[in-house]
T-cell receptor, first 113, second 112 residues
Framework: DAGVTQSPTHLIKTRGQQVTLRCSPK?????VSWYQQALGQGPQFIFQ???????QRGNFPDRFSGHQFPNYSSELNVNALLLGDSALYLC????????????FGPGTRLTVL | QKEVEQNSGPLSVPEGAIASLNCTYS??????FFWYRQYSGKSPELIMS????GDKEDGRFTAQLNKASQYVSLLIRDSQPSDSATYLC????????????FGTGTRLLVSP
């Protein structure tokens, strides 16, 4: 049973560039959430996708956008990168709106120079 | 007041001792609570969930929930050096979409 997968593992970008991170949910899961974790902090919710729509959004600017595909996989896009966007980006999946247990992927470490 | 609060630590315990990790939350209607373990440089790993008042045991781990006091804790018995990690308390926000709100995590150090 495949768990949550994310790619790439690490990424280095410069300020002003754009980045796309990818996530495949755990088998049987249809809901994907994205979190940002800065060093020494707990994960912060960015947004959640269900049925290919953004269902809830955290306190992040419009530079952060996403997409969910018919196979439930998801992308997180960040435009006009800032130094402060350097963080571990985590994808979590769960098995639907009635199930609240979320499982995290290995994360993507983004460094913005 | 933060929605989910944890002491950042580090909490230092000797090998074989009981480690007690605490978490308080602000939303009185919260129904479910999760503990995640995160090793340095890795992603959070779910170790316990609890929904009802009282204790829930799973191996060396025991989660305790007191909804009246808005308090949830995690006890680790017979602590091992491999338990050294950051423990994150997470509470779903009651919006129907299960956004997880995390504390900052408590760093646990178990010395041999």
């Amino acid at each position: 049973d495949a768990g949550v997968t994310q790619s790439p593992t690490h990424l280095i970008k410069t300020r002003g560039q754009q980045v796309t991170l990818r996530c495949s949910p755990k088998s049987g899961h249809d809901t994907v959430s994205w979190y940002q974790q800065a060093l020494g902090q707990g994960p912060q919710f960015i947004f959640q996708y269900y049925e290919e729509e953004e269902r809830q959004r955290g306190n992040f600017p419009d530079r952060f956008s996403g997409h969910q595909f018919p196979n439930y996989s998801s992308e997180l896009n960040v435009n006009a990168l800032l130094l402060g966007d350097s963080a571990l980006y985590l994808c979590a999946s769960r098995g639907g709106q009635g199930i609240d247990t979320q499982y995290f992927g290995p994360g993507t470490r983004l460094t913005v120079l | 007041q933060k929605e989910v609060e944890q002491n950042s630590g580090p909490l230092s315990v000797p090998e074989g001792a009981i480690a007690s990790l605490n978490c308080t939350y602000s939303d009185r209607v919260s129904q479910s609570f999760f503990w995640y373990r995160q090793y340095s440089g890795k992603s959070p790993e779910l170790i316990m969930s609890i929904y009802s008042n009282g204790d829930k045991e799973d191996g060396r781990f025991t989660a305790q929930l007191n909804k009246a006091s808005q308090y949830v804790s995690l006890l680790i018995r017979d602590s091992q050096p491999s338990d050294s990690a950051t423990y994150l308390c997470a509470v779903p926000q009651n919006t129907g979409f299960q956004k997880l709100v995390f504390g900052t995590g408590t760093r646990l150090l178990v010395s041999p």
